[in-house]
């Protein structure tokens, strides 16, 4: 079983580039959601997606955009990347926004700005 | 906004010996709490999970209570062993959205 595949697993960009962080579910979830992981700061939502055709603004949503491109692919885009974008990008997926299971998470992409 | 607060950032103890991580919540709506281990290199995996008409919850050496008036939820392992090394995060779930405390790195000295 995939469960939560991210691609790529590592990236580094120049200051401006721009890229597109792919994530497939293969479990049938309604919800998905793309976290950063900063030292000291945990895991930090940046948008989520509670089911196909929604998209919502988390904590830290600035410099970011989203897709649902259906229900089991949800990217993340970088338009112009800066240092500050730094980060380990992680996408989970949870059976759906009105349950309370627990959400899936894939293996990470770690991003490097320069 | 919503917040969950974890605490201590960085535990050491002794193979055998106890662990306690304590998390607090913001959210008087949130009805779920997951516990997550995260190992070097990997993505978390949830270890074990309440509901909020639950008090306690036991899976062999880990466990995990809440106190919903006080909104504040603990994890607890006990006997720990070199594999329980890790970073652990308490987790907060609302209507939509989970939101995770800071994370605990978890060091169990042989």
């Known amino acids: 079983n995939a469960g939560v595949t991210q691609t790529p697993k590592f990236q580094v960009l120049k200051t401006g580039q721009s890229m597109t962080l792919q994530c497939a579910q293969d479990m049938n979830h309604n919800s998905m959601y793309w976290y950063r992981q900063d030292p000291g700061m945990g895991l930090r939502l940046i948008y989520y997606s509670a089911s196909e055709g929604t998209t919502d603004k988390g904590e830290v949503p600035n410099g970011y955009n989203v897709s649902r491109l259906n229900k089991r692919e949800f990217s993340l885009r970088l338009e112009s990347a800066a240092p500050s974008q730094t980060s380990v990008y992680f996408c989970?997926?949870?059976?759906?926004?009105?349950?309370?299971?627990?959400?899936?998470f894939g293996q990470g992409t770690r991003l490097t700005v320069v | 906004g919503e917040n969950v607060e974890q605490h201590p950032s960085t535990l050491s103890v002794q193979e055998g010996d106890s662990a306690v991580i304590k998390c607090t919540y913001s959210?008087?709506?949130?009805?779920?709490f997951p516990w997550y281990k995260q190992e070097l290199g990997k993505g978390p995996q949830l270890i074990i999970d309440?509901?909020?008409?639950?008090g306690e919850k036991k899976d062999q050496r880990i466990a995990v209570t809440l106190n919903k008036t006080a909104k504040h939820f603990s994890l607890h392992i006990t006997e720990t062993q070199p594999e329980d090394s890790a970073v652990y995060f308490c987790?907060?779930?609302?209507?939509?959205?989970?939101?995770f405390g800071t994370g605990t790195r978890l060091k169990v000295l042989a």
């Open positions: 959210d008087s709506a949130s009805n779920y």
């Open positions: 309440i509901r909020s008409n639950v």
């Open positions: 989970a997926s949870s059976e759906w926004w009105g349950e309370d299971t627990e959400a899936f």
């Open positions: 987790a907060a779930k609302g209507t939509y959205k989970y939101i």
